[in-house]
């Protein structure tokens, strides 16, 4: 199926910019998610009734909104789930430095995962026909192969040119 809509996306630019102009506008309330654990706890029930008694999805890419209502509420209380999950999980030394180094190197993952977890789901099913199985080691693979990758075309100047930025080039920021 062939998504429709104008060229370069255009159509969806005024979705894009509202969700733009709400992550601006909460940027510094975000930037440190210190929820109680009783909120937290709310907001994942208020997330799980929304998705089990609606199951509202977005799919821009299909041109799926679902109800607007019910699926702005479910995305804003999953993004809000997840990020007080993450600042509790950022609290835990042992858990903290393997996702500080996924967030770091999260642009190699984003560039080969889909490729990586297709084959590794493919295979894994093939062998042993479990699709549970096949789900966890294929999303395992998948969050680290492409940091295997990025590793290895550190060490050839040409690659690390083309994929990663220079000194110079991030000193500004």
């Known amino acids: 199926m062939t998504p429709k809509g104008l060229p370069w996306s255009l159509d969806l630019l005024p979705l894009s910019m509202a969700c733009m102009l709400l992550g601006h506008a909460v940027r510094t309330r975000i930037a440190n998610p210190t929820l109680p654990l009783p909120v937290l706890l709310g907001l994942a029930a208020a997330f799980a009734t929304l998705h089990g008694v609606?199951?509202?999805?977005?799919?821009l890419n299909l041109r799926?909104?679902?109800?607007?209502?019910?699926?702005?509420?479910q995305a804003?209380?999953?993004m809000a789930c997840v990020m007080g999950l993450a600042e509790r999980l950022a609290r835990?030394?042992?858990?903290?430095?393997p996702l500080a180094y996924l967030g770091r190197h999260s642009l190699a993952v984003l560039l080969f995962h889909v490729w990586i977890q297709d084959m590794t789901t493919?295979?894994?099913?093939?062998?042993?026909?479990?699709s549970a199985l096949a789900?966890?080691?294929s999303?395992?693979?998948?969050?680290?192969?492409?940091?295997?990758?990025?590793a290895l075309a550190a060490r050839w100047t040409i690659s690390r040119r083309l994929l990663m930025p220079s000194a110079s080039t991030t000193a500004g920021r």
């Open 54 to 59: 609606w199951d509202d999805t977005i799919d």
């Open 64 to 73: 799926h909104y679902g109800q607007p209502l019910v699926a702005t509420a």
């Open 76 to 78: 804003l209380l999953g």
């Open 92 to 97: 835990l030394a042992s858990v903290a430095k």
């Open 122 to 130: 493919a295979a894994v099913l093939k062998a042993t026909q479990h």
């Open 135 to 137: 789900a966890a080691v």
């Open 139 to 150: 999303f395992a693979v998948a969050c680290t192969a492409p940091l295997l990758i990025w």
